[in-house]
């Protein structure tokens, strides 16, 4: 007998849903958006959007000017409890400095989410993107080489799953874009123990990462090295800065199984 969809069981509160719907709807595109906008961006009803967005203003989470509305400071505290309740950032922050130091390049880790990967930790040495990356960040986790080393690991009926619910769009002329050519990325990836990007997300960027485990062998977070695009990049990401990735990733795990740290969260959520 075919399971119940939980958005149809009587422990699914939609009004929460419909609230929190409205609050990922604003974005760098849509910062002060107005209510039609948002009914038309969320494919809710005005009456609904309006009843979200006064409730959110009520708790403080949204303000308004005129027409328009906007996201206050107080979203944060949202992703800082998160952050602060991750704890692997405080493990892995000072191989993290040391990484960027002794490369003198751009060093990121990220988390699965949902479609995407989010950086939870980052040292910028130079922007190497059009769009800022910092903490809570959002890149499309099948063109990021942070999102394939943590795919990678993914059990195939749970791949199977997250690929099914993905719309591959082509960011540059060799952005991988479709289901099988990124299996068979994935399967490179869990091969070599690395994943390497260049120019998939923008043409002037190259990125190399490798996964990051708990102590159960799970991996929980990746690790990654940014760096400016040229014709001599991937080999150098290979042959210079790998070595000094895997040191840290190597410090990282360390520090994990000394702490006896275990994701006590789900941190890879493959469903969004």
């Known amino acids: 007998m075919a399971s119940t969809p939980f958005e149809e069981s009587a422990d699914y509160v939609q009004s929460l849903a419909r609230g929190l719907r409205v609050l990922r709807a604003f974005d760098r595109e849509l910062a002060s958006p107005s209510l039609s906008e948002l009914a ?3 494919q809710l009803s005005r009456a609904v959007v309006r009843r979200s967005l006064l409730t959110l ?4 989470y949204v303000g308004s000017r005129g027409r328009s509305f906007f996201l206050t400071p107080r979203v944060l505290e ?3 409890s998160y952050l ?3 704890d692997l950032t405080e493990l892995a922050q000072q191989s993290l400095e040391q990484l960027s130091q002794r490369v003198g390049e751009s060093c990121s880790m990220a988390v699965l989410d949902g479609s995407d ?3 939870v930790l980052r040292v910028p040495v130079r922007r190497v993107m059009s769009v800022a990356l910092g903490v809570g960040a959002r890149l499309p986790a099948f063109a990021a080489s942070m999102g394939r080393v943590i795919l990678a690991d993914l059990p195939e009926a749970e791949l199977a799953a997250w690929l099914r619910g993905q719309k591959f769009r082509a960011y540059t002329p060799q952005t991988i874009r479709t289901a099988s050519a990124l299996k068979a990325e994935l399967q490179r990836v869990r091969e070599q123990g690395y994943a390497l990007t260049s120019r998939e997300l923008e043409p002037g960027l190259c990125s190399i990462a490798v ?7 799970r991996v929980v977070a990746a690790l990654n090295i ?6 001599e990049a991937p080999a150098r990401a290979v042959k210079q800065m790998l070595p000094a990735l895997h040191e840290a990733q190597h410090a990282i795990e360390q520090a994990i199984r000394h702490r006896g740290w275990l994701p006590h969260m789900a941190m890879r959520s493959v469903y969004d």
Not at 57 to 60: A, T
């Open 211 to 217: 996964p990051i485990r708990a102590g159960d062998g």
């Open 40 to 42: 038309e961006r969320t």
């Open 84 to 86: 602060t309740s991750l």
């Open 117 to 119: 990967i989010v950086y």
């Open 57 to 60: 203003q009520h708790l403080g």
């Open 226 to 231: 940014g760096m400016p695009y040229s014709d």
């Open 78 to 80: 949202l992703g800082y």
